[in-house]
């Protein structure tokens, strides 16, 4: 079974605990800020990022190690059909709006009314001049003609509200194709590192699958423990923090600042509680990619009780 990379942490803070690195990591000087000696270092964001939608995977974009922003494609799933109801959908949503706004067929049917009318009123002309000279079947066809023709503008009308509520219709179906072409463009959700591609270049996914893992590396969390006989809880809350992070061979420590975010209220053995703090990382002098704190590092840390 597959344990996230949370979980891992999780699962190597209780190793620790039990350890003795972070369950007994106290402040070394009662009398002065307090210094945890032994403090571990852990993620505060990271994010399996899934398949929306199932189909084949047609692009990878990033690598493992790489470093990614919010939005950043990542991978794309088989798109084809989708990008071909989005053509189809705005080519029928184009029609349906010439359609709409063009009216030529009520102008034509305007006209054929006129002329309809004319028909009719001279005929009635000659009937009232010459009784008999056009007969009564013929006027009433005339005035029938032209009834129609009045009718022909209404309906001419009706067709390019329809139109417009057609290309309304299309306008949708062009925007559900775009959201389909979206949901299978997999995109980062935060900025971070790749840490794991799950699927190849052309294996099948299904929606819910893993694609790509990333770790959110540019803000970290350091935890520890205090005893509340020396600090109180409300004494540590929103304070600000050093940590130190022990330099390699012949290389000076390195120092990031941070400030608590977590004070538990729960004290646990040996009246200690729980405390987190949120540090900014930093990059390697010189590198884009490497990161001078790791999640899992064992690191010092200072509250700055000022």
Not at 139 to 148: D, G, P, Q, T, V
Not at 210 to 228: K, T
């Amino acid at each position: 079974m597959k344990i996230s990379m949370r979980g891992q942490w999780l699962a190597l803070i209780s190793m620790a605990a039990v350890a003795g690195w972070v369950g007994r990591a106290r402040a070394e000087n009662p009398l002065g800020p307090p210094v945890l000696p032994h403090c571990l270092v852990s993620l505060v964001d990271e994010a399996d990022v899934p398949a929306q939608e199932p189909g084949v995977i047609t692009a990878l974009t990033v690598k493992e190690g790489q470093r990614v922003a919010k939005g950043d494609l990542l991978a794309r799933i088989d798109d084809v059909q989708a990008q071909c109801e989005k053509r189809k959908a705005q080519a029928e949503k184009a029609a349906a709006v010439e359609q709409a706004t063009n009216d030529i067929t009520v102008r034509y049917a305007q006209a054929e009314a006129d002329v309809a009318l004319f028909a009719y009123l001279k005929s009635k002309q000659a009937y009232d001049a010459v009784p008999g000279s056009v007969t009564q079947v013929d006027l009433k066809r005339l005035n029938l003609e032209h009834e129609r023709a009045v009718l022909s503008i209404d309906k001419a009308k009706l067709d390019m509200r329809v139109a417009a509520f057609t290309a309304e219709e299309k306008g949708a179906e062009a925007d559900a194709a775009d959201e389909a072409i979206r949901r299978r463009q997999i995109k980062a959700p935060l900025d971070g590192v790749v840490s794991q591609i799950t699927p190849h270049l052309g294996e099948w996914v299904k929606p819910g699958d893993s694609v790509v893992h990333i770790l959110r590396m540019d803000r970290l969390q350091v935890e520890g423990f205090l005893e509340a006989k020396q600090y109180p809880q409300s004494e540590i809350r929103d304070r600000t923090v050093t940590v130190t992070l022990k330099g390699a061979k012949n290389t000076e420590p390195v120092e990031f600042t941070g400030r608590i975010v977590f004070v538990s209220p729960q004290e646990e053995a040996g009246n200690e509680y729980r405390i987190k703090a949120e540090v900014e990382n930093r990059l390697v002098p010189g590198s884009n990619v490497e990161w001078l704190l790791h999640p899992g590092t064992n690191v010092t840390m200072r509250i700055d009780l000022k």
